[in-house]
């Protein structure tokens, strides 16, 4: 069911729901046993540019059973086309509605995206609590990092798959189609489903809450599903399944470039950091596979820019071999390399020399915090001499902006080191004026502040989000403190921060909450333009829920966590130390200097590339 034409023009960008694109996969129905649309809560242009999606889909349409499609949020105008005219949300490719399908899958990136998953199953015509749903309703699957704690959509979800989706999602079609085969029973499937390595099954467990709304216990509803569900990581990324291929969008979309993925995991161990303790252990790309691979997607895309993609892009091991290498090359086809996540330590003239994107880009840094304690609080393990040291290159480099990323609220914060950001940022006008050599142009310093957010799987996970008031009072602080020009002060909207720490460290209770935002129509708020916190507050009070429950109470460290039942690798015990250290202000070495004992190398720890790493 394409979407008319007439109904196109009404609408802004209607390249985000025509299809067509080349690359995209397109196959008979009657030839595939499994029909599966992948589903991004976001728009067309966020979506597309998602490199997981883009791996996943080649994945599953590799299966000759099984045809993977795509389907994207609908922006507000084409929203109100569809339901004006009672028009279900369908597949790109095929134009097929989501409810024929077998599953729809959703990449969760971020929790206010809930909302959009919701409308999307509603515009869909699929009932949005998974026990309400027919026998042969799609097959509501979610992944990616908000599954990590996935209580807050545990009643609309099927299957949360938890950590990389490579083996996982094509183990899940066997499952599926040995069901389907004989004769298809849902409740019997998620039964077998919920029994495989990293497949969380929620509708399977029981929760129960103590008087004050902490979590009493966590119990599985029958004896062989299991209390805890295990992360799934792949071993060997040189052998890990690589797109050839890639869907070529009409219109521009955020990343209009390769991305090319060199490492996952992170060696640093930044206490704030998610993604740093649930991506470990570290597993690297060879510098001649990922070689290979640039030059299979240079000459599949025709793309004129080359994007390493990491946590930390520095801290790969053998950064300098791999940019050789791509530079032998992507210089005569005018491909440019793209180096974003360079860290202050190790910000250097020979990049800069070689990297063009570098030369003639901005350049940002991420201190995180204003002063030398704070930052050893959080473990940045970074110091002042290293900004402004990498400041210096830049200026030399014919750089005069410089861009800088904090966080406010950070636990034990004051208001002296709300002062430092300032100060750090004066300095580094200082270190312009003070370069040989230096652009003629003035300098720019510009500020980028966002909220703390406490996040599950953090040393942080058990601290409280500073209320509003506080919140909107250091931004207000830091607003009074800069007063040179050469500086610049932005900073992230507190409500949306709030909002998304709420959800962050949710339980099942939120569930009812979505369900009613869903009913008043909140959908996008990741678009300020959609984003309404007073709307918020009332459905919070409207299904008798306290939203400083979750966001502004410090929780418990013998407190029962709403994401407990799930194992990262990482233990919750290298959690607590790190959290008791960062109150001592001491930090602790990066991964290649020292093993902490986190517990992530059970999973299977890390392959350098250099010998002189190893």
């Not at 902006?401 to 080191?417: A, R």
């Amino acid at each position: 069911m394409k979407i008319p034409e007439s109904i196109l023009k009404k609408v802004e960008k209607p390249g985000r729901y025509t299809g067509g694109e080349w690359g995209e996969v397109i196959k008979d129905p009657k030839d595939v046993d499994i029909r599966f649309a992948f589903c991004f809560p976001d728009t067309y242009e966020i979506g597309m540019s998602n490199l997981g999606i883009r791996i996943l889909y080649s994945i599953l349409n590799e299966r000759a059973d099984t045809w993977c499609e795509r389907a994207y949020a609908p922006w507000a105008d084409m929203e109100e086309q569809m339901r004006l005219h009672n028009l279900p949300l369908c597949t790109v490719e095929s134009g097929t509605p989501l409810a024929e399908c077998d599953f729809v899958g959703f990449s969760l990136q971020y929790e206010l995206c809930y909302t959009n998953m919701l409308n999307m199953l509603n515009l869909a015509g699929i009932e949005l609590e998974s026990a309400k749903r027919a026998n042969d309703a799609p097959i509501i699957v979610c992944g990616g990092p908000c599954t990590y704690n996935s209580e807050p959509v545990a009643d609309f979800v099927d299957i949360c798959l938890i950590g990389e989706g490579e083996d996982e999602l094509p183990e899940l079609m066997e499952i599926y189609k040995k069901h389907k085969a004989a004769g298809f029973d849902r409740a019997a499937f998620l039964r077998e489903v919920s029994r495989q390595e990293s497949m969380y099954v929620p509708s399977l467990y029981d929760v129960e809450y103590n008087e004050d709304g902490t979590i009493k216990s966590f119990t599985p509803k029958y004896e062989d599903v299991p209390a805890k569900v295990r992360k799934r990581i792949v071993k060997d990324m040189d052998k890990a399944p690589f797109p050839k291929n890639l869907v070529m969008p009409f219109i521009q979309t955020v990343q209009d470039r390769i991305v090319l993925e060199v490492y996952r995991g992170c060696i640093r161990g930044c206490r704030f950091c998610q993604a740093g303790m649930v991506y470990r252990p570290v597993r690297e790309k060879s510098p001649e596979v990922l070689d290979e691979q640039a030059r299979i997607l240079a000459d599949a895309t025709g793309y004129s820019e080359l994007s390493l993609s990491s946590l930390s892009i520095s801290d790969y091991s053998c950064i300098e071999r791999l940019t050789d290498m791509l530079l032998s090359w992507t210089d005569d086809r005018k491909i440019s390399l793209n180096l974003p996540s360079l860290r202050v330590d190790s910000f250097t003239k020979e990049l800069m020399d070689k990297i063009s994107t570098i030369r003639t880009g901005g350049i940002t840094f991420a201190p995180e915090a204003g002063t030398q304690r704070l930052r050893d609080v959080i473990n940045k393990n970074v110091e002042k001499a290293d900004l402004l040291r990498a400041c210096r290159v830049a200026f030399e480099g014919g750089k005069s902006q410089v861009k800088l990323y904090f966080m406010q609220g950070l636990p034990t914060e004051t208001d002296e080191d709300l002062d430092g950001i300032n100060d750090l940022a004066q300095s580094v006008i200082d270190e312009f004026y003070a370069t040989p050599g230096r652009p003629k142009k003035a300098p720019q310093v510009t500020l980028s502040a966002a909220c703390f957010i406490p996040k599950p799987f953090t040393p942080f996970q058990w601290e409280k989000q500073c209320d509003m008031e506080e919140l909107l009072r250091k931004q207000k602080y830091l607003t009074g403190k800069i007063t040179n020009r050469k500086i610049r002060y932005n900073y992230h909207d507190a409500k949306v921060s709030r909002i998304e720490a709420i959800f962050a460290r949710g339980d099942r209770k939120l569930c009812r909450v979505l369900l009613e935002a869903a009913k008043r129509g909140v959908r996008l708020d990741g678009w300020e333009e959609f984003f309404d916190y007073d709307k918020w507050m009332e459905i919070f009070e409207y299904c008798g829920i306290d939203p400083a429950f979750y966001a502004n109470r410090e929780f418990g460290e013998d407190e029962i966590l709403p994401w407990d039942n799930i194992d990262i690798g990482v233990t919750k015990e290298f959690l607590l130390r790190e959290r008791h250290k960062a109150y001592s202000e001491k930090t602790t070495p990066n991964c290649r200097l020292q093993c902490s004992g986190c517990g992530a190398n059970k999973l299977g720890g890390e392959r350098t590339c250099c010998p002189k790493m190893q």
